[in-house]
């Protein structure tokens, strides 16, 4: 018998069956009683001062129940920076800005009452990319942030800036050096359940959201401090998470909809859900950033890397959200992909009057390694090392500690490369057909937690009771990633039960305990490190009680317990773990068991001005490879095979880790050839699936080889690490190294269209 | 400054705005996707063989979803004594009973569908009274009980007798002795919100009740037995608790309904609702049980009790419920109201082909208090004793163990019955005008919790949060008692928050700690004992990091914690309990509170057999008295005033406590004067508020004098003991005794309906 017989098992995740059969409740099936429809007026301008709103007509219409406008609410401001408004009283600045709301009894009548409402707007002038905003004499978006400093050159009051070592030093030691700028575009989560909330108030002013969050305490905070806006100081929000249909990140922040479902319901006295459509999640949803890296980085003689310097220009859009501090992440890779001495890194962040954005997986990370890892092959190329032992050369090592002073303890990313290499035939030799070519590129990422929060934990509780059944509440949020499964492997091989008897409870923040929330690839980390702790306590118990009943039973033996059963290791006795709670149970004096954990990982909240520190308990890497064949006719790009080897410490589920690696690669592979949102003066103009193409099973139509290699971290629950976002983190230089391999035409700004492959082997005079 | 601030005082029930204006949902509100509206096809025959159940037509009916009968369905047995079945298949023991049911898309069309079922009976020669239940040769309603032991003469198995003292020595002590048969009939306990629940599977098999229940934890095991009985064994269940429109004992059984809910949600695969209309709570819930009380009792020449010998003749109808339980309450007025050395009690109980009863508030308390208290009053006469020195004389006193072995700790019965006398204008003798008279009646019931169970505990486990905010997990249930608003103080004196900082989670075996049921008055006293217990090491653990944190403001000082305030007792220091627990959250190694208690009262569960246990940590006491006017020529008997006194230690809050206490009242004349169910054969002949009559504001317009005499509980919490069931006790007998002091008849069946009066009145020549 091993000791954890469920954990790295394939053990089927428990919330698979309902959303299997259409039995999980999303926000979509949710309704309370009496429930109202709530519905948004969005602006037609992306700069522009609101003259006046009449919305006589909307509430004229039968069965509107509430129209509201940010002249007859209170001020409810929101977001990371505070710049934001549930409703825009002054001036619109950016499309989609929210002008005015109602809640209606259905949400036809709820659509048409929006469309009785008349704004008048006077337009101003706009700026839409970030060096137009930056410019001398452009106009504010912004005229002040939200503490009253003001905001010169639509620069957002958030600073990221990094040096180590000896630039001057490192410039000195290179040998060769390389230069380039590459980009990412405004890209969506893309998430298959759209956004949507119910708001319900009670008498006393408490608010209860069910809400499509990864954030769920954050959330609650962001509400109880609206509702002091709302002149309801003290009082409290509750969030309770249904189902989620795919966060990607998306659910980090609090949104301008849930602001507005809590003022409709308050001014309606009844519950109001506001369900975006899918025009409304593309359109009226914040994607993720666009971001230009600026990349250089030198190697000496001997191919080792003596400096990099990296600069990020980001484009946030109208308004700040926590997907503009990705550059917190960002000096990941810029200082700790690859050892590298001396390095710098700067972020401009800026506002501009396109839509404003968010977070998504990898925050940040996918953008920066793009450029490193694209630089890389041309570093190899310009110097005549090979690509391959140009990375092995400045291979991570377990036991550094980074510029940026990560503490990198386990780290399988030479074997990673190896693997990944191998797996795509690579060959130091061009291919013959020059059509055809292979890349590579790594990845490191936080893979223990990720403190971007004056506190990185994650509360757990464990209750058994008469039955033997083991009620797990966790603060963390299944978002489809497998969370459950992970917790409930955990906890079936931390206290014994089997995966029958562990229930998970639903997400609210009444009932569970506190977490920071669902980001950072730290779900399954947090969790299953809180839930060892409380079941260790729990069988602490367990076995006290057993002794004390049973003591000439148990009296010379060791307990243990497994699959649900106590027993003495030598065979002399045995009981079932719900006879064992009865029998604690009904006696006098008797109790029931329960345990708590607070789990917070032993990491540093970096100073973002320095760029140091230690964010994560441990870190993930990996490298993904790629073959390819591109059309030089009509410049597409045939994914032949790609392999994915990651360093993940101990898998806890095959299964569940695949699905995980395989949909980040998916999402990589859409973000290096496929995705991108275009936008006119801040209009976006694809706001569907029809005109957003992300891949699907034809696109993905070729073999991948997954792998990892087996590291076992010290701080990792059963030794893994956290998996959530490093699938997509390197899939596009790698894509792109290969791409260059095949045709020798190296495309910077992503997506690699056919139009761009085709215009660059134009212009390389290849075509 | 007092230290329990909120204790006491008339805080507003924290349930009661929600429920005023309509926002709290009871199960008629509630609805899940997806689902459907079961309806169930109950006997038409009091005692039939069922020969052929024809559902094709139902079947066949567009939008049934499913049709279940006990033939095409596992068999599930359930009840108190497992001798009732979800579903009847060999024969019907009652009308009610279940034949079969249905699932479709809306209720006209479940009800059309149940219309067309077609059952085929033969019936069977059926029992309505005792008497005939129990005579030789009478037809056997169940021919074994659930062991598989023969039911002889229609007994039920189970036994409750008390021998105690030398009654041979109390028979010869006695100078007076009186001897009667006293009789309470059926009564509705006339919940405003009638039955209901919703049953949901989840795939793996596990199902959630939303359940209108007394007893979620007892129903979870009940459920449980029901999935192990349909195959599913080891699956678990959930119940969730929504708001209850009154309980009154109807929710201390799990019932057909949710069984076939279950069975019909698990056929269908879609979440079922069922909600019984006026006329089904009538007809097709258990009342309230019939009772013949016979009592004999002696005084000798002291007017000093020598001997009481009680028997009680209990119709249970066809089916055993925990309402059969009732003697195991009966016990305390039978062997310990009053002092009274030697004690018989004996109780049969009889199955017949009448409605199968259960419980209701009381609990047995009320059918005996009246015989005894009647029976006091006639003692009274025939002795020419005064009826208040009589009972001063018998007094029950503080720190006495009564034949039953309850241990009497605090009792202030002298002065409950001194006060309620004075507060009807008591007189030695008879009014001058012989249509008015007054009466008295006494009371003790269990206030410390009541043991019929292996555990009596109630867990509750607290979290504070970021914002100093309370939540309350607590297996108890809420029904309208005001258990919320008595929790609420306790929390707030306990933990030293104010009552808007305390958020009381919603019932939910899940996520709440096991409490063995809301019942026996035992609400409030084992949740706030709980509550100390959990807030005290809440509060040890706050003033443990508050030292850590800030040792040197805090090193010298006393800490105390009120109105969510930390402070230094010498008033140097103080910090807002929201700011303390962010300050203890968010640093290194920070983490956030919660407590758990498991509170079990220090009592016994008795030995039915004997009679004898310590079956409460207290006891509280009272007495009632009315001012009644006869009109002789119609039999009308008007109240012109009452007083209610008791002891029940100290007044958690005086707004709930008067709640309970009136409504127990009006509850106690409805049962008196008013209420009845009317049978045929076993028929209910009036299943309507029209028909059966409970009071209303006209019938309750008198004064009543309400008031509590000031003892303090050791045990209770804050002092308190029970009070949920008191108030309707011996309001029977006063209102009799009363009457009989009036016009010089005594009425011994309940209700003292006017027929009754005018045929006594003849009987005595007095018309």
Known sequence: MTSEPWVGQPLPRPDGPAKATGRAHYIHDLTRPGMLYGKIKFSEHAH????????????????????????????????FLRDNFALKADKVRQFRDEIAAVAAIDPDIAAEAISLIEVEYEPLPAVFDTDAAMAEGAILIHDKDARGRPVANNRMPLEYHHRSGDLEAGHRDAKWVHEATYSTPLIQQSCLGTAGCIAEFDPSGNVTLWAKTQIPFLAQKDFNRALKDMGLKGRNSRVIVPALGGAFGSGLDTHAYEYISILLAYTAGRPVKILYDREEEFACLSP??????????????????????????????????WGATFPSVMLLPATSLYRVPNVRFDADLIYTNNTYCQAMRGYGNPEVTWAIESSIDELAEISGLDRLELRRINCNVPNEVSPMGLNITSCGLRECIDRAALNVGWTDKKAPNIKRGVGIASLIHVGGSGRIYRSDASGLTLKLDDFGNIYVASGGVEMGQGLHAALTASVCDSVGVRPEQVHIVQTDTSTCPWDVGTHASRGAFVACNAAIEAAAKLREQIFAHTRELFPEDTADGELELRDGVVFVVDGTWKMDLARLARAIHFRAGGTMLNSAAFYDPPTDLPDWNKGIGNMSATYAFGAQSAEVEVDTDTG?????????IYDVGRVLNPVTLAGQCYGGLAQGVGYTLYEEIRTDKGRMLNPSFTDYKIPTIHEMDF????????????????????????????????IANAVYDAIGVRIRDLPITPEKVIAALREAGRD
């Open 703 to 734: 073999p991948v080889v997954l792998a990892f290699v087996g590291t076992k971290d010290d701080f990792g629950p059963h030794g893994a690490k956290g998996v959530g976002e490093p699938g997509l983190v390197p899939t596009a230089p790698a």
């Open 48 to 79: 522009a001062r609101i003259i006046r709103i009449d919305t006589s007509k909307a509430e004229a219409l039968p069965g509107v129940r509430a129209v509201i406008t940010g002249f007859n609410t209170p001020e409810i401001r929101f977001g």
């Open 636 to 644: 597409d790009i045939k994914i032949i095979r790609m392999a994915s």
């Open 288 to 321: 993720r950033q666009s971001a230009t890296t600026h990349v250089r980085q030198g190697i000496d003689s001997n191919g080792r890397l003596t400096f990099r310097e990296v600069h990020v220009l980001q484009d946030n859009g109208a308004y700040g959200s």
